[in-house]
């Protein structure tokens, strides 16, 4: 995702936040996001809704948002009891927090979710992407890392042991200490590009991304769905791992 603030307007802090939300779990520049008339809900009106509707999209409403988990972005509306003020952030993951608040408000345990929305694909089928093109050259690990519990600090590893099906000896993925269960197919070991975590400012630290391995000059997207070698260990690539 790329995070977006609030846009320059004069829209209420509701509107423009869950705007800003759009726009950061749709990756497109908050100018692109429409804008609902005057006393229109975002997320419920006419305006937002066609507009999706145009992408293949549509947002959903979570019935119980103050205990939904999700291993994608959500957008929560939330208020702090006494104040007047609702704003939209972006959730993520399981259990689910607040992964971006366009407002750059501090969310302090007060806050109460109100409403949330997922945003989803009309037409599951078509909203599927297409498969990327094979790598036809080889690229270099660079660092490996691993940390033994969630939370925990990602120790880098100048050699490690590789467990079939599992993992490296050692990380959450192996021991089941992690957010996922382990041994569930795509998580026994992640990859990222060295090149992507340098994109950020600042670049990604592995605290940060908490992906096994860093590779430099290979497009590991188009390892979905096929089998490569990391060494001499024969691995499937199973989805895709994007941070958050």
């Known amino acids: 995702m790329k995070?977006?603030?609030l846009p320059d307007s004069k829209?209420?802090?509701?509107?423009?936040?869950f705007l800003a939300c759009l726009a950061t779990i749709l990756e497109l520049p908050v100018e692109r996001m429409p804008t609902p008339g005057a006393?229109?809900?975002?997320?419920k009106g006419w305006t937002v809704s066609r507009?999706?509707?145009?992408?293949?999209?549509?947002?959903?409403?979570?019935?119980d948002p103050a205990s939904f988990s999700w291993v994608g972005p959500w957008i929560a509306r939330i208020r702090t009891p006494g104040e007047d003020d609702r704003r939209s952030v972006v959730m993520y993951g399981v259990p689910s927090g607040v992964l971006w608040d366009p407002s750059g408000n501090p969310t302090n345990e007060r806050v109460v979710i109100e409403d949330g929305f997922l945003i989803a694909a009309t037409d599951i089928a078509q909203a599927l992407p297409p498969q990327a093109s094979a790598p036809i050259k080889s690229g270099?690990?660079?660092?490996?890392?691993?940390?033994?519990?969630a939370g925990k600090p990602a120790t880098a590893a100048q050699t490690v042991r590789a467990i079939a099906g599992w993992g490296l000896e050692g990380d959450r993925h192996v021991v089941g200490t992690g957010t996922f269960?382990?041994?569930?197919?795509?998580?026994?070991?992640?990859?990222?590009?060295a090149e992507v975590c340098e994109s950020f400012e600042p670049s990604l630290s592995p605290n940060e991304h908490r992906r096994n391995v860093v590779t430099r000059g290979i497009d590991l997207n188009g390892l979905v769905g096929r089998e490569f070698t990391i060494g001499d260990v024969r691995c499937r690539?199973?989805?895709?791992?994007?941070?958050?």
């Open 51 to 63: 507009w999706l509707g145009g992408l293949g999209l549509g947002l959903a409403r979570i019935a």
């Open 140 to 149: 270099t690990v660079e660092t490996n890392w691993i940390a033994s519990a």
């Open 181 to 193: 269960p382990s041994g569930l197919p795509g998580s026994a070991l992640t990859l990222i590009e």
């Open 39 to 43: 006393s229109e809900d975002p997320a």
């Open 237 to 244: 690539g199973m989805r895709l791992c994007e941070p958050g």
């Open 11 to 17: 829209l209420s802090l509701d509107v423009a936040s």
């Open 3 to 5: 995070e977006v603030a």
